[in-house]
């Protein structure tokens, strides 16, 4: 497989200062969704998630535990590897920047920066974010904080700096050039009224604290965190070896995704980093909006931070999955209700998808001795009817939404197939035809049962557990679920034995007290 068939997936590396929460859920299942249809698209894909370790307000939080850093970074890391496994997704590499491997990347891109002209000695005096990580000018504060609410201290110490005022101009023309790199619309446009308003110098180097990778040759000084976190995405693929196979297959077919807070780091200091180091920038930076909850603000302080591990556990992982990508437009802010989750899952789930698979094969079960009925007629004429055709053209339909990121816009199109088969099962109501006429109910049957077959062909990266039921209930062979079994070609045979249907989906009684 060429590069050209590569596809490099990323969530941000997350900051281990809290426990995972629904916004870190909702990123990683996001970027495991178009890992995974990239994967069955047939491409070859490199997916990273870790965690982000170094930085004053680590050092920080772990003094006030009384504990060695590397021993809270430990702790806390652990909980976001545990995510992973939670919610059944399909990373490659989980990259902690503790690593040695890490530090030696992050080493070797600072010197090469060096070498370049591209970092000098200096002395920093400004404002500073512990909580953010981040330095603000005089201009950005608001109230006396920083843009996002944070508290922010007067900083002032030696430091490196990295020449981001000469990349304004080459940034903006990588944009013009590539004009799908930052998105939605809204973001780029954000990033780009930065860059025309004028770019400073950045620090990147601090002596205050020494958690983090030292600068070389001046120990004295560490790399600042953001210097230190996004050249996580090199060192999962073999960088500073740009010979290795993988640095040479995923760079730079690289797809960042983010929070809209950090964007500024990802589409502006990130790219400008890589293209002073003479690499070429990322592919795409997609910024992705904040939840609410129940209307407010998620904060430690209000207690309303949702923990993924009870979701999961109240209402099932797949039924997360798709609440947390269908409710709102990826990209736009959205708030998480229970009683908009339960919703979904009762009607999209249990009634709309679970429902037309229970009805199907039960039928089938019971009219057809279990096995697949016989269409009556061929592949030519049965692709004729129209609900396969729609189930045959679902992949085209689905294919650029997830490429765009657009998961609540191609969830409705599976579902508009879902719609579709419902519908024609009322409308031809096989349980009559048996009656009056067996060989149309086989051939009405069939065409539910290819339906279902494309659906949960299509929908496997979004709902991979449930999907696998459904085609374990089809017995279709695990070799043929890629999305070039879609189809005629790997139609259902007529003859097969089915397994016995089992409930999917199950309703969320919303007469019991739902525990918040």
Known sequence: MSAADAFYVTTPIYYVNDKPHIGHAYTTISCDVLARFMRLDGKRVMFLTGTDEHGQKVAKSAELKGVDPQAFTDEVSE???????????????????????????????????????????????????????????????????????????????????????????????????????????????????FIRSGLNDLSVSRTTFSWGVPVPGDPAHVMYVWIDALTNYLTAIGYPDTSDERFKTFWPTVHHTVGKDIVRFHAVYWPAFLMAAGLTPPRRVFAHGWWTIEGEKMSKSLGNTVDPHDLVSTYGLDQTRYFLLREVPFGNDGDFSRQAMIGRINNDLANDFGNLVQRVLSMVTKNCAGKVPSPGVDAAMLAQEPLIAEAHNLISRVRPLVTAQAYNKALEEIWATVGAANRYIDREAPWTLRKTDPDAMNRVLYILMETIRHLAIVVQPFLPTSAARILDFLKVDAADRSFTALGTKHALVPGREIGAPQPIFPRIDTTAKTEG
């Open 79 to 193: 909980r976001f590897r545990e995510l992973t496994g939670l919610l059944n997704v399909s990373n490659d590499d989980f990259i902690r920047t503790t690593e040695p491997r890490h530090r030696e990347a992050c080493q070797a891109l600072w010197k090469t920066l060096v070498d370049k002209g591209e970092i000098y000695l200096g002395s920093y005096a400004g404002w500073y974010s512990v909580r953010d990580e981040a330095f603000y000018q005089e201009s950005e504060l608001v109230n006396g904080k920083a843009p996002t609410g944070a508290e922010v201290e007067w900083v002032e110490e030696p430091s490196y700096f990295f020449r981001l005022s000469a990349w304004g101009e080459k940034l903006l023309a990588h944009y013009e050039r590539n004009p799908d790199a930052i998105q939605p619309v809204g973001r780029r446009n954000e990033v780009l009224s």
